[in-house]
């Protein structure tokens, strides 16, 4: 459908603002992120996409090894490598619709620093059944995991509110939940992600890992107008 044009009109709007350095805080989105969310603003953190969040987190977790699925989203990997983590890759098959299944919970017990998912999972689409998804959740927690929920194409099912663990965020809970304009408002080219965090020391050494003015006086403008749709 393209970008809508409440943020095309914002954006031509408040072109002479272009001039000006962003709030390296992004104050003004995250709190219309949060009243969207229904979180407290405290547990967002905004990003130049939700790419620079991924290489942002592996910054500042610095884990030793991770485990991610396969296939999925290109850059949990991407960014593990950079940054010398060990990647053990969990692989979807065919026989399993390329689905996750129960099987998961085994490779757990390899104790991983982080485990990324993408839900829906991109490129497959299939989503995790919400009973896993939690058991995934509870285990992790268990064994002190960091638990990454790649959650970018979340707004575009019908009922999103039943397959994700924001409720665990805002009690604040380790988890860590990543989200983006660019797929619901055709805004890749913007670059605007956020993730929400219920560890707030986390989210710090997050904004302390990468150049303050990340998200630029568009990327805001675009947001609190697309927000507004």
């Known amino acids: 459908l393209g970008l809508p044009d409440s943020?095309?009109?914002?954006l031509m709007e408040r072109l002479d603002d272009f001039a000006l350095y962003p709030d390296p805080l992004?104050?003004?989105?995250?709190?219309?992120?949060?009243?969207?969310?229904?979180i407290a603003p405290e547990h967002i953190l905004c990003a130049n996409g939700a790419a620079e969040l991924i290489f942002?987190?592996?910054?500042?977790i610095r884990p030793r090894c991770a485990?991610?699925?396969?296939p999925t989203f290109a850059e949990?990997?991407?960014a593990l490598t950079a940054f010398g983590c060990e990647v053990d890759r969990y692989l979807l098959t065919k026989e399993e619709g390329f689905a996750l299944t129960p099987r998961f919970l085994e490779a757990l017990?390899?104790?991983p620093d982080m485990v990324f998912l993408c839900n829906p999972n991109n490129p497959t689409g299939n989503l995790i059944a919400p009973s896993l998804l939690r058991q995934i959740w509870e285990k992790c927690r268990e064994k002190g995991i960091l638990l990454v929920v790649d959650e970018c194409f979340l707004s575009f099912l019908p009922r999103p509110w039943e397959h994700t663990l924001k409720k665990e965020v805002q009690e604040g809970a380790p988890l860590l939940l990543l989200r983006a304009f660019t797929k619901l408002y055709?805004?890749?080219?913007i670059r605007l992600g956020y993730c929400l965090c219920g560890?707030?020391?986390l989210l710090s050494q997050m904004a302390g890992a990468g150049q303050p003015w990340g998200v630029s006086v568009l990327a805001q403008e675009a947001g609190l107008a697309a927000l507004q749709e």
Request: glycine fraction near 6%.
């Open 199 to 201: 560890d707030r020391q």
């Open 26 to 38: 992004c104050r003004e989105l995250v709190q219309k992120i949060a009243e969207s969310e229904q």
């Open 56 to 60: 942002r987190l592996v910054q500042a």
């Open 7 to 10: 943020v095309k009109s914002a």
């Open 109 to 111: 017990e390899g104790k």
């Open 76 to 78: 949990y990997e991407q």
């Open 67 to 70: 485990l991610v699925v396969a």
């Open 186 to 189: 055709a805004m890749a080219g």
